[in-house]
């Protein structure tokens, strides 16, 4: 069985301060895909960034960095430099050969200006 | 490219009686998901679709839920007998085939059971 774990579940920060979303998933398929996708408060969730499971190359992309670590079980969630409309609550997901995505229970982010 | 559309956004019903929600995914998008979310919880999955095949039905889903999709284009979710613990956001996503594709998903349908 799949099972993704987000152990924060409200964070609140301020303006223009990092802020690291942590994600920890069990399965036991070797090939695997893992998701970060965000939910503001219109409630429709948006994609964000993938990471496959033979690929722990950590990557920036804007303000947004991911820290994947297989040996682990890890993929955490960085952005830097938030921002009032980073406020939304954050999902980690889990893609196997299953075909179905799990999710996690989510991150509330508040960043306040 | 319009994205994933749900009809209706809400939808307000007695204990009992039967709804129905409908998803249009994105039009090149051969798989459509329906996952379920309750307040302070992430998407649970219920189903999925490729093309027109049913794929996969989660255990936890009651005889009471159905799903379709004809032709493989558009879905409907059917609850029937509707009870209190059904009321919850349904979500509707599609995506390419692939395993490492990623969902887009649909504003969701609110369900309240009186």
């Known amino acids: 069985a799949q099972k993704v774990t987000q152990a924060q579940t409200e964070i609140s920060v301020v303006e223009k301060e990092d802020v690291t979303l942590d994600c920890v998933y069990e399965?036991?398929?070797?090939?695997?895909?893992l998701f970060w996708y965000k939910q503001p408060p219109s409630g429709e969730l948006v994609f964000l960034i993938r990471r496959n499971s033979f690929d722990e190359q950590n990557e920036i992309s804007g303000r947004y960095s991911w820290n994947f670590q297989k040996s682990t079980s890890s993929f955490n969630f960085t952005i830097t430099a938030s921002q009032v409309v980073d406020s939304a609550v954050y999902f980690c997901a889990l893609l196997t050969n299953a075909g179905k995505s799990t999710f996690g229970d989510g991150t509330t982010l508040t960043v306040k200006p | 490219d319009t994205g994933v559309s749900q009809d209706p956004r809400h939808k307000i019903t007695k204990r009992g009686q039967n709804v129905t929600f409908r998803c249009d995914p994105i039009s090149e998008h051969n798989r459509l998901y329906w996952y379920r979310q309750t307040l302070g919880q992430g998407p649970e999955f219920l189903t999925y679709?490729?093309?027109?095949?049913?794929?996969?039905k989660s255990r936890l889903l009651s005889d009471r839920f159905s799903a379709e999709r004809p032709k493989g284009s558009f879905s409907t979710l059917e609850i029937q007998r509707t009870e209190q613990g059904d009321s919850a956001m349904y979500l509707c996503?599609?995506?390419?085939?692939?395993?490492?594709?990623?969902?887009?998903f649909g504003s969701g349908t609110q369900l309240s059971v009186l």
């Open positions: 399965t036991r398929d070797t090939t695997y895909y």
């Open positions: 679709f490729q093309n027109e095949a049913q794929l996969e």
């Open positions: 996503a599609s995506s390419l085939a692939g395993l490492e594709e990623k969902l887009f």
